[in-house]
């Protein structure tokens, strides 16, 4: 089982930042593919980042709307994910979810609770 808590959300002016946090429990940290998700209101949660071991090296991958502008990154020692995001927009206005899958899974099954990102125009 593996639990997580999002953090550093909150409420930011467009073109400005914020990095979010996700703290993971489990012993197997580094075994898992890492993702955020969004939820906007009225729309469907959506798949905004990922990360995975892939050969030799953790690569990312992301929604085409955040490419160049949002960051994720692991720190595999902390059971930590991040994801910065830079040049925010209005419509990057969501609840922001970490999520984790075993990396022989194809589905994230692990889900935290949500942290609300704000962005004003």
């Known amino acids: 089982q593996v639990q997580l808590v999002e953090s550093g959300g909150g409420l930011v002016q467009a073109g400005g930042s914020l990095r979010l946090s996700c703290v993971a429990s489990?012993?197997?940290?580094?075994?898992?593919?890492m993702g955020w998700f969004r939820q906007a209101p009225g729309k469907e949660r959506e798949f905004v980042a990922a990360i995975a071991w892939r050969v030799n090296a953790y690569y990312g991958n992301y929604l085409d709307d955040v490419k160049g502008r949002f960051t994720i990154s692991r720190d595999n020692a902390k059971n930590m994910v991040y994801l910065q995001m830079n040049s925010l927009k209005p419509e990057d206005t969501a609840v922001y979810y970490c999520?984790?899958?075993?990396?022989?899974?194809?589905?994230?099954?692990?889900w935290g609770q949500g942290t609300q990102v704000t962005v004003s125009s």
């Open positions: 489990g012993r197997t940290f580094s075994s898992y593919v």
């Open positions: 999520a984790a899958r075993h990396d022989t899974s194809t589905t994230f099954d692990y």
